[in-house]
């Protein structure tokens, strides 16, 4: 039942428009486009034919087992959509990579979620990654001001208030990052993205169904809007595991 809600979701996001090319983040050595169908009917008829497991393979089986360790603040964060008064689950932020680009992806699949320790407070703040205890422990963004968008990244810390900075993260083609850039109220979470020029952003978290591995922090929504057709916001929220 939910999987047929969440096609129904996509289905009216996408309906009656176009899919253009959006350049993202790297992905390996070449740059990943958006798909560009040869004409509008070709684009629905993909959408139409769209089940999850076809675009994220979720895991199947017993009990997921944890990792060391334990915390009460420890969540994961799941992705939703409001439709009227309606607030239907789309899925959740993986603690897995889209292939070969160092952005963690989005997954259907529960088991797969990233975990993080949300700190008290309303932000911004760290969120750091449950179970990680290397240099690189922090979920934050990654991106620089030529894109349209920015993307969550595994990082090493920064300051709050500082401009993305070269200090390590684990995306390929995407050196600048920030880590300080959470806040919370209730259990829905936001985010800033702090360019190198300009002022702070409060970013828009969006989906594009032509790109569904892709969890987008969207830093400039009218070229995003322009490339990406179809694309729709998506809230964030913080979930037990």
């Not at 334990?70 to 689950?89: E, F, L, V, Y």
């Not at 200090?167 to 919370?184: I, M, T, Y």
């Not at 989906?207 to 729709?232: I, N």
Request: glycine share 10%.
């Amino acid at each position: 039942m939910i999987l047929n809600i969440q096609k129904l979701i996509l289905l009216t996001a996408v309906a009656f428009t176009s899919v253009s090319a959006l350049s993202i983040v790297g992905h390996g050595s070449a740059s990943l486009q958006g798909r560009e169908p040869s004409a509008v009917v070709a684009a629905r008829e993909e959408v139409r034919s769209f089940e999850p497991s076809r675009v994220i393979q979720g895991r199947s089986g017993g009990s997921r087992p944890q990792p060391s360790g334990s915390s009460s603040n420890k969540k994961c964060i799941k992705i939703t959509k409001k439709i009227g008064g309606a607030t239907i689950p789309i899925g959740y932020l993986s603690e897995n990579y889209v292939y070969r680009s160092g952005v963690f992806k989005v997954t259907w699949n529960k088991w797969d979620c990233l975990k993080v320790v949300v700190p008290t407070g309303s932000g911004p703040f760290d969120l750091p990654i449950y179970g990680e205890n290397g240099s690189k422990k922090y979920l934050g963004l990654a991106g620089h001001d030529g894109l349209k968008a920015s993307y969550p990244v595994k990082t090493r810390q920064t300051s709050v208030d500082s401009r993305p900075q070269n200090v390590g993260n684990d995306a390929s083609d995407l050196p600048l990052s920030e880590s300080a850039v959470w806040s919370v109220d209730g259990n829905t979470l936001t985010a800033i993205w702090w360019p190198e020029n300009g002022a702070k952003i409060n970013v828009k978290t969006m989906l594009w169904p032509q790109q569904l591995d892709y969890l987008y922090f969207v830093t400039k929504p009218a070229e995003f809007s322009q490339t990406a057709r179809g694309a729709f916001e998506v809230t964030l929220q913080l979930t037990n595991p």
